[in-house]
């Protein structure tokens, strides 16, 4: 009985995470500690959290692109240069012990909740610097952010949205786009890791992928902005509860 429990305790995570990461970001920081919570180990966790992950995001990118949304051909370099660094991160995150592993988490949740809250303003009218300097300099970022995102992930498309607005002057709309683009490509790389070391439990990664399949369909069709404000009111109090316990517990 507490299996199933835990199984709508998953879809319910994750229905929310999926509306999270649509309207604001920063969903991993819920479904990774949830599963921690349900006894996973944090590399089985963290392994299992990436199913859900490339699944949405890799969706979000075939949406994008059935709107007209072009992410090509800087999407993809940026996503590859990502995907080197996420290989180096997913395979630390292989070795760490849990302890360590779970504080690192609680920090990493209190720095993302903080990024939420005073996130800088999106870039619309300048004109995009993807070419020179400004893609060599993109092109480390994402290489770090890819080390990170495959370590932990937890708030990596926060800082990817963080790149392209202010280094790349990349419009929200197309950000969003190219950022499914990089976390995809990189998770995909990840999740690859994860595989090879039996660390994804797939029941667990598939009914958070149900979940948020569900909220990032419903946020994206009915996404209500006097609601923001409330969606990240939650995803504050959840998340600070969740590093204290990370931390102390």
């Avoid at 012990?97 to 809250?117: H, Q, Y």
């Avoid at 890791?193 to 419903?218: H, K, M, P, R, T």
Wanted: glycine residues 10%; proline residues 2%.
């Amino acid at each position: 009985m507490n299996e199933y429990i835990n199984y709508l305790i998953l879809i319910l995570v994750g229905l929310f995470a999926g509306v999270v990461n649509t309207l604001a970001g920063g969903g991993s920081i819920l479904t990774l500690p949830i599963l921690i919570f349900m006894g996973l180990p944090p590399a089985y966790a963290n392994g299992t959290n990436r199913v859900g992950i490339f699944l949405q995001t890799f969706t979000g990118v075939i949406g994008f692109k059935s709107k007209g949304v072009s992410v090509m051909p800087h999407g993809l370099y940026w996503g590859l240069a990502a995907m080197i660094g996420s290989i180096i991160g997913a395979n630390l995150a292989i070795d760490i012990k849990a302890e360590a592993f779970n504080r690192i988490l609680g920090i990493v949740i209190i720095f993302v909740v903080a990024l939420t809250i005073y996130k800088p303003k999106n870039i619309e009218q300048k004109i995009e610097r993807v070419k020179g300097k400004f893609l060599w300099i993109s092109l480390f970022l994402f290489f770090l952010i890819g080390v990170f995102g495959g370590f932990i992930q937890a708030g990596a498309g926060l800082f990817i949205m963080l790149v392209l607005s202010q280094i790349n002057h990349i419009s929200l709309v197309k950000s969003n786009a190219v950022k499914s683009m990089i976390v995809a490509v990189y998770t995909f790389a990840a999740l690859m890791v994860f595989i090879y070391y039996d660390e994804v439990n797939w029941i667990y990664g598939l009914l958070l992928a149900f979940g948020q399949s569900i909220g990032a369909w419903f946020s994206s069709r009915w996404s209500v902005k006097k609601d923001d404000n409330l969606i990240r009111f939650f995803l504050i109090v959840a998340a600070f509860g969740m590093a204290i316990k990370l931390w102390f517990f």
